[in-house]
């Protein structure tokens, strides 16, 4: 991850400001957020969420209700297609014909971005062992991915955008993107969003973190700050009291006590029987959702 230096000014490659999309059975509300250049920020929640109708967005997929979308510096739907060459996108799901090859792949997308390396997206095709006379519908989930992957680096973007980019990939292949994603942003100029359900990935790269739960933005701002704001506890049965039961977030109870997430400060009184540990992204959604569907039943 960046060293973060408040004293420097710093371009924003996106800025969103009270996003809302409002939905039959979903609304997403009031999302806000910023992504300075040289960073990488993770987006987390649970499925259905809305990350990804955030990204669709950015994107111009969905037009949004209210709010304000920068993208690249475009505040505009013209003028963010007028700053496409600068974008790198891979979304979640298959994206091309069934039919296609590397080849039909690099020959439909080279018009398109005035940037296009086709020798670059060659060496990647072949870094990353994407095979070139499969049919796409014939490729794994983790060679389609990586082939979105290379298409979208093939034209050299300042900003990538990725919807679950670690999906079906085995754990070698997750290190080698991860490192290149660091890669990419080394040079302080270029920047990652990216929506992914494996919250380890996020510890190890991602500079900030957004997560929405329901619809709605739960925190937006460095991992750390986000990670430090709770700790996990861990007591017997008679270290939860009626204040500390009132308390604790997704409190689950066995035979020999209970865990829970509490927010840190609140840790700092407990009885001494009672354990703090730090947590994960992982243990943080999970926690948080438990405790959402508590309060449903409730």
């Keep these: 991850m960046n060293e973060v230096n408040?004293?420097?000014?710093?371009e924003n490659l996106i800025t969103v400001t009270g996003l809302t999309k409002q939905y039959p059975e979903f609304a997403l509300r009031d999302i806000s957020f910023q992504l300075p250049a040289g960073y990488i920020m993770g987006m987390i929640g649970p499925n259905g969420a809305g990350k990804t109708t955030t990204i669709k967005a950015l994107l111009d997929m969905v037009r949004p209700d209210s709010g304000q979308l920068t993208l690249l510096g475009g505040t505009t739907p013209a003028a963010r297609v007028a700053c496409r060459d600068d974008l790198g996108v891979q979304l979640d799901g298959s994206i091309y014909p069934d039919t296609?090859?590397?080849?039909?792949?690099?020959?439909?997308?080279?018009?398109?971005?005035?940037?296009?390396?086709?020798?670059?997206?060659?060496?990647?095709?072949q870094d990353m062992a994407i095979p070139q006379k499969t049919k796409y519908k014939d490729m794994s989930r983790g060679t389609q991915v990586k082939l979105q992957?290379?298409?979208?680096?093939?034209?050299?973007?300042?900003?990538?955008?990725?919807?679950?980019?670690?999906?079906?990939?085995?754990?070698?292949?997750?290190?080698?993107?991860?490192?290149?994603?660091?890669?990419?942003?080394?040079?302080?100029?270029?920047?990652?969003?990216?929506?992914?359900?494996?919250?380890?990935?996020?510890?190890?790269?991602a500079d900030y973190v957004l997560y929405i739960r329901d619809g709605?933005?739960?925190?937006f701002g460095h991992v750390d700050d986000l990670?430090?704001?709770?700790?996990?506890?861990?007591g017997g049965p008679a270290d939860l009291t009626p204040a500390l039961q009132a308390a604790v977030i997704g409190l689950r109870r066995y035979g020999e006590g209970f865990t829970g997430l509490l927010p840190a400060a609140a840790g700092d009184d407990l009885p001494a029987t009672v354990v703090t540990e730090p947590i994960t992204l992982e243990e943080l959604m999970i926690y948080f959702g438990r405790g959402a569907h508590d309060a449903?039943?409730?």
Excluded: M
Aim: hydrophobic share 50%; with cysteine.
């Design 100 to 125: 296609w090859r590397v080849k039909q792949v690099a020959a439909a997308l080279a018009p398109f971005f005035p940037q296009w390396d086709a020798a670059l997206f060659a060496d990647l095709c």
């Design 149 to 205: 992957l290379a298409a979208a680096l093939a034209h050299h973007p300042r900003l990538l955008v990725l919807d679950e980019p670690t999906a079906g990939l085995d754990p070698l292949a997750r290190d080698e993107l991860l490192t290149r994603l660091q890669d990419f942003i080394a040079d302080g100029q270029h920047s990652v969003l990216l929506s992914t359900h494996l919250t380890a990935d996020l510890e190890r790269i």
């Design 227 to 234: 990670l430090g704001a709770y700790v996990l506890v861990k």
């Design 216 to 219: 709605r933005q739960q925190f």
């Design 6 to 10: 408040s004293d420097v000014a710093e």
């Design 296 to 298: 449903q039943r409730n």
